[in-house]
């Protein structure tokens, strides 16, 4: 018997998924959501939309990396800032030369480890090969913990480590769709937050840019997240 996800919730589970799904696709805050939910006649609160945000985007994220289309192996790296408790932190993120996704990955600093951090949670997804090329956008620290790993066999020695930066522009114009959703944040109010919240943004945008196989349309994508969450139709 499959885990009842929703138990104990106040309002049904459409309704959650459905303030969750918008939450993470479109440029909305909290407090839009609520005054759109009010038109439907439901009174909910920011906190508890917020709270399902939470609790849901890394259950929805975790079962839909299964089924992640294939990635190539030319990866396109890059980090972008973003505000945690109003300080920065580092979102690193790398899509392949068609502009999938490859991953992501959240860090308090930007430095080696957090580089070496998002490469092995990266090689560590079904969707992702070793990478046959890396370009960077020529960040030192970045550069280091790639030889590092190639030196310790995590990653391959055949992989070559490109610095061109004009072939990065295509994961700096993807940053811009994961910064146009973050923006009416105002940043987060903690690391876990924000974890939490990104991971349903980036797989969200796996979604739109058609890396999972079995969605087709915005029907199929209601459908098939309703199906993984075990909501009857």
């Given at each position: 018997m499959s885990q009842n996800l929703f138990k104990w919730k106040h309002f049904e589970s459409e309704i959650i998924m459905l303030c969750v799904r918008w939450y993470l696709k479109y440029p909305l805050?909290?407090?839009?959501?609520v005054e759109m939910m009010q038109e439907r006649g439901l009174n909910l609160t920011h906190i508890t939309i917020m709270r399902w945000v939470h609790q849901y985007s890394p259950i929805i994220s975790e079962k839909?990396?299964?089924?992640?289309?294939?990635?190539?192996d030319s990866w396109r790296m890059d980090e972008t800032y973003l505000k945690i408790k109003g300080k920065n932190a580092y979102l690193y993120r790398a899509v392949d030369s068609e502009g999938k996704t490859i991953d992501f990955f959240v860090s308090e600093h930007r430095d080696k480890d957090a580089a070496k951090n998002f490469f092995r949670k990266a090689l560590k997804a079904k969707h992702n090969q070793q990478p046959r090329v890396i370009t960077t956008d020529k960040y030192a620290a970045t550069e280091i913990a790639i030889h590092e790993m190639i030196y310790s066999g995590i990653l391959s020695v055949s992989t070559t480590l490109r610095k061109v930066e004009y072939l990065n522009n295509i994961i700096e114009q993807d940053h811009r769709f994961i910064?146009?959703?973050?923006?009416?944040?105002?940043?987060?109010?903690?690391?876990?937050?924000?974890?939490?919240?990104?991971?349903?943004?980036e797989i969200m945008h796996m979604?739109?840019?058609?890396q999972i196989e079995e969605i087709q349309s915005v029907l199929s994508e209601v459908q098939f997240?309703?199906?993984?969450?075990?909501?009857?139709?």
């Open positions: 805050s909290y407090r839009m959501l839909i990396r299964n089924h992640i289309k294939l990635a190539n910064k146009r959703k973050i923006k009416p944040m105002l940043g987060f109010g903690s690391f876990k937050a924000a974890e939490k919240t990104i991971c349903g943004i979604i739109r840019k058609g997240i309703n199906k993984i969450m075990s909501i009857e139709a």
